[in-house]
């Protein structure tokens, strides 16, 4: 529950740690500099490596999809540990400036060594040459997404919770929700043409280089907050995080990346596939202009749903915010004019960032000082891996199963169908139920004064 408006300075927290001043509310420039900036190179250089980097494997090294889902597995696997291990040990130093600073110069140099690929004909080569490239390339997606997501998920995450208080929280994940889209836009509507005319090497570099001198500014944006750090091990740290003990000591933090796992599932279902119903189950011809008007409008819904949610609060938000991705999910079940596809998708998307931006910022709330490193471990397996492997499961097994297809140059292949958005619209029936048990569970706690943190209503706005 909220404490009331006369709560005294000290902001009272549900861990361990040392009282927060309300006075933090106030983000400064730099905070928000670093938080917008670091968070939106992030997020474009993950663009790079989840969407671009397969097709470049496509184009250059082999068309087997084989080679791609062994890529993106090996891949996600090594992010969730070192995320895992990179947050854990974040804690143990009681620092993240290094680790994200260093970690940016070394993603974006990983990065652009993807074009030297781009150099040999590897797709062309004798198998044992053809066997070497894709071995050497798997090897470096796994190495680069052990720093990418030991800078990004890990040490900037966490960074980030120890920067805010309840007060500001849905605000700033607010803003990190839409960094995602941003950067699709980004990337999409600046360098794409650079890939359609094959320049692989100065695509790479060139990604790789943004990054790389954001880990430089990072050195001097960042600005540690005087973690307490932890005296145990860094992996006694992992396990601890993740043992069930640990889980029934905090059920309010796990219950709230159990929403945000269903959340996570839901949006899998359909994203994975979005772009091909668009351009052959709907025949959208200016599709690349839809996603854009979309992107845009729900990015600005997002923001303005931050300073909604700071006001009303995160409990209350939760619910609404879900409801309107729901119904954009049914909208767009129906929407097949331009227009009312571009009204349906920007509720739906504009839902979803809510939604996410809502659980994202309860789960800082709900994150132990002296551990806000090694949660992010928890919510990399909860919120992102496991959604990632069950979404798009489901959306697999609904398109099998209504049997839609096209035909192109006499050739028919399988097409997604309407049906994976009322699909996923289904999965959000457990968001209320676990809302409500996560309430249970902080009546139960306030007696032993286990609150919900204060928010203060006073904040800097970016």
Known sequence: MTAPASTPSPIPTRTPGPPRPEARAALGPRTWTAVIVVGLVGQIAWVIENMYLNLFVYDTISTDPAVIAIMV????????????????????????????????????LLT???????????????????LGSIIAIIALDCVMSVFGSGANDAAFSAWVTDSTVPANRGRVDGWLAIMPLLGMLLVFGLLDPMTQNGQWTAFFALIGGITALTGVAAWFLVQDRGVP??????????FDGLRPATIRREPALFITLSIWMVVGIASQVFLPYVLIYLR??????????????????ASVLSVLGGRVMDRVGKARFL?????????????????????WVIAAATLMMAGMMASVATVSAMTRDHTPADRAGGVQGARMIMAIM?????????????ISGAAHTYVELGQESPVPGAEIFPVAAAVLVFVPLLALARARVLRRDEPAGRTEPAEPATEARP
């Open 280 to 297: 052959y189950s709907l025949r959208l011809e200016a599709y690349a202009i839809a996603l854009g008007v979309v992107l845009i409008l």
């Open 73 to 108: 597995a090996a891949s996600a696997i090594a992010a969730t540990v070192a995320t895992l291990v990179v947050g854990a040990w974040s804690d143990r130093l009681g620092r993240r400036r290094e680790i994200i600073a260093v970690g940016y110069v070394v993603w974006g």
């Open 229 to 238: 750090t932890r005296t145990s091990g860094v992996f006694r740290s992992i």
């Open 112 to 130: 652009a060594a993807f074009g030297l690929f781009g150099s040999s004909d590897a797709a062309g080569s004798a198998a044992p040459a053809l």
């Open 386 to 398: 496991l959604p990632m492997v069950i979404g798009p499961a489901i959306g697999a097994a609904v």
């Open 319 to 339: 619910l609404p915010a879900v409801g309107v991705f729901a119904a954009g999910l049914i909208a767009m079940a129906f929407a097949r004019e331009f227009g």
